[in-house]
């Protein structure tokens, strides 16, 4: 399966069918999340019955989960549903979210297929709205309040209430618990990336010092559910244990939220024990932990970029390559020895002439676009083999 290509949603469904009891209730299925890391918004894998044809990047184990959430999340309503029947009710939700906001372009191109305009809605909040400028020179950041969604949906298919209100109340707590929780700490680089990345996330709400009153603990007593208040209590932990210490300041903060959310001591500190060993399992993977130069920030960034877009268009490439038979061997010849001056312009020439004719690849012959294609050519292996469609269904 391709998240990165279209039809991967009907992909997911074929593949799921044989694991609608993959999880006994919503319980179960919340800690499966928070091992992979999705309720701390770090997507470190994704469930096991998916099997990608090449690795992911974040943002695409971030669709894969949040789809993965909200599928589970709407088996528990009913044993007997049906994949298209989720499909229905999640694009209702999220027009009533007020996210269906698919332009009439958009809609010509995905048909009226709902499965295909999912993949947009889904698409629009994976991303954080950014410019294309900073997402060029920093890592593609996702959305770390997506379990935000799953149980706003949870509430809306118990209650059927206005789902939109209910995302604002979350959203509310959720970043006053961060900034109130940082408060309690010595501060370091990596807290403010932290409080950045949250508040970049919020979507129902604006983040404002005004919204920092204090006044967030008496609205947490009573007014929300188990589970809201397991996932409140959670982003609490990591947000004091990301600096991978807990000071005892810290600590009184942390039982002083847990008390008002009426969690057992017991469970608070299965809680804080819970991120330690996630922090201590995934540190590597963690993007705002991470503390590159701009150069690698850049080339790391670009390669995940054109990773995708190779992979998108495989087919097309590999027919476009097949018919440059000069070409192909040049690129062979380059995996075992240097190039001469003469072949390697030969390369960058038929190369930049194969991306005119495939316009998702535009981005090439923009100017400056030649520092790109020593990412391209390193990535040719990985494209020959997978010239197939990632997200086909055998029938």
Same mark, same amino acid.
């Given at each position: 399966?391709?998240?990165?290509?279209?039809?991967?949603?009907?992909?997911?469904?074929?593949?799921?069918?044989?694991?609608?009891?993959?999880? =006994?209730?919503? /319980?179960? $299925?919340?800690?499966?999340?928070? @091992?992979?890391?999705?309720?701390?918004?770090?997507? #470190?894998?994704?469930?096991?019955?998916?099997?990608?044809?090449?690795? %992911?990047?974040? =943002?695409?184990? &971030?669709?894969?989960?949040? %789809?993965?959430?909200?599928?589970?999340?709407?088996?528990?309503?009913?044993?007997?549903?049906?994949?298209?029947?989720?499909? *229905?009710?999640?694009?209702?939700?999220? @027009?009533?979210?007020?996210?269906?906001?698919?332009?009439? %372009?958009?809609?010509?191109?995905?048909?009226?297929?709902?499965?295909?305009?999912?993949?947009?809605?889904?698409?629009?909040?994976?991303?954080?709205?950014?410019?294309?400028?900073?997402? @060029?020179?920093?890592?593609?950041?996702?959305?770390?309040?997506?379990?935000?969604? #799953?149980?706003?949906?949870? +509430?809306?298919?118990?209650?059927?209430? /206005?789902?939109?209100?209910?995302?604002?109340?979350?959203?509310?707590?959720?970043? +006053?618990?961060?900034?109130?929780?940082?408060?309690?700490?010595?501060?370091?680089?990596?807290?403010?990336?932290?409080?950045?990345?949250?508040?970049?996330? $919020?979507?129902?709400? =604006?983040?404002?010092?005004?919204?920092?009153?204090?006044?967030?603990?008496?609205?947490?007593?009573?007014?929300?559910?188990?589970?809201? +208040?397991?996932?409140?209590?959670?982003? &609490?932990?990591?947000?004091?244990?990301?600096? !991978?210490?807990?000071?005892?300041?810290?600590?009184?903060?942390?039982?002083?939220?847990?008390? =008002?959310?009426?969690?057992?001591?017991?469970?608070?500190?299965?809680?804080? *024990? *819970? #991120?330690? #060993?996630?922090?201590? !399992? +995934?540190?590597?993977?963690?993007?705002?932990?991470?503390?590159?130069?701009?150069?690698?920030?850049?080339?790391?960034?670009?390669?995940?970029?054109?990773?995708? $877009?190779?992979?998108?268009?495989?087919?097309?490439?590999?027919?476009?390559?097949?018919?440059?038979?000069?070409?192909?061997?040049?690129?062979?010849?380059?995996?075992?020895?240097?190039?001469?001056?003469?072949?390697?312009?030969?390369?960058?020439?038929? %190369?930049?002439?194969?991306?005119?004719?495939?316009?998702?690849? &535009?981005?090439?012959?923009?100017?400056?676009? &030649?520092?790109?294609?020593?990412?391209?050519?390193?990535?040719?292996?990985?494209?020959?083999?997978?010239?197939?469609? /990632?997200?086909?269904?055998? *029938?």
């Amino acid at each position: 399966m391709n998240p990165s290509a279209s039809g991967w949603i009907d992909k997911f469904g074929h593949l799921v069918k044989d694991y609608h009891e993959l999880y =006994d209730n919503f /319980d179960e $299925l919340y800690a499966h999340l928070k @091992n992979i890391g999705f309720i701390y918004g770090i997507n #470190v894998s994704i469930p096991e019955f998916i099997h990608p044809e090449h690795p %992911l990047s974040e =943002d695409e184990k &971030a669709k894969i989960n949040l %789809l993965t959430a909200l599928y589970f999340t709407y088996r528990q309503k009913s044993k007997t549903v049906t994949f298209s029947s989720f499909l *229905e009710e999640i694009f209702e939700f999220y @027009n009533q979210l007020g996210i269906n906001k698919i332009s009439f %372009l958009n809609k010509i191109l995905t048909g009226k297929k709902t499965s295909s305009q999912l993949e947009k809605l889904i698409e629009s909040r994976i991303y954080l709205d950014d410019n294309v400028i900073s997402k @060029n020179f920093n890592s593609i950041i996702t959305n770390s309040l997506l379990y935000i969604d #799953v149980l706003t949906f949870k +509430n809306y298919l118990e209650l059927k209430s /206005d789902p939109k209100k209910h995302a604002e109340k979350l959203e509310y707590i959720t970043i +006053n618990i961060i900034y109130h929780t940082l408060s309690s700490k010595q501060k370091n680089k990596t807290d403010a990336k932290l409080a950045q990345l949250f508040e970049s996330s $919020l979507t129902f709400i =604006d983040s404002t010092q005004d919204s920092f009153d204090g006044t967030y603990r008496r609205k947490l007593i009573n007014n929300f559910t188990p589970r809201e +208040n397991t996932y409140f209590l959670d982003v &609490a932990c990591l947000t004091v244990w990301e600096d !991978q210490s807990l000071e005892y300041k810290e600590s009184e903060f942390i039982f002083g939220i847990g008390k =008002d959310l009426g969690i057992p001591s017991e469970a608070i500190l299965k809680s804080i *024990e *819970e #991120v330690a #060993v996630f922090f201590e !399992q +995934n540190t590597r993977q963690i993007p705002h932990l991470k503390n590159n130069n701009l150069a690698v920030q850049f080339y790391d960034s670009m390669s995940k970029i054109v990773n995708k $877009l190779i992979l998108r268009n495989s087919k097309r490439l590999q027919k476009e390559l097949s018919e440059s038979k000069e070409l192909v061997a040049l690129l062979s010849k380059s995996t075992v020895k240097d190039l001469t001056e003469e072949e390697k312009k030969k390369v960058q020439n038929q %190369l930049l002439d194969i991306f005119k004719s495939i316009p998702s690849l &535009a981005i090439f012959i923009l100017p400056g676009g &030649a520092v790109l294609l020593p990412i391209f050519i390193k990535l040719i292996p990985k494209l020959l083999p997978s010239a197939f469609d /990632d997200n086909r269904v055998d *029938e």
